[in-house]
């Protein structure tokens, strides 16, 4: 089974427990991400989400993602999944 991308999943309510991982030029694809989305302050964020996937399942997830002022949050990846 492959691990499903961000048109695969809706995030319900609020995510959690949100810490940056990375900062700036601390984030090993900041050139790529610069290039595809623009220049921004960008971050490298962990949370836990709820989602519920295409088939109607639920589940708890840590998601890992990039986000910066102005362009919002991008390249969503579930880590892990709880419960």
């Known amino acids: 089974m492959k691990p499903p991308t961000g048109e695969d999943f809706e995030i319900i309510g609020k995510i959690e427990q949100?810490?940056?991982?990375?900062?700036?030029?601390r984030i090993r694809e900041i050139a790529r991400l610069r290039k595809i989305?623009?220049?921004g302050r960008w971050r490298k964020l962990k949370g836990i989400a709820t989602l519920r996937f295409e088939d109607g399942t639920?589940?708890?997830?840590e998601l890992h993602?990039?986000?910066?002022?102005g362009i919002g949050r991008k390249k969503l990846k579930i880590k892990e999944y709880l419960d």
């Open 18 to 25: 949100i810490e940056p991982i990375a900062v700036g030029t």
């Open 37 to 39: 989305f623009g220049a």
């Open 58 to 61: 639920i589940q708890r997830v």
């Open 65 to 69: 993602w990039y986000e910066a002022h």
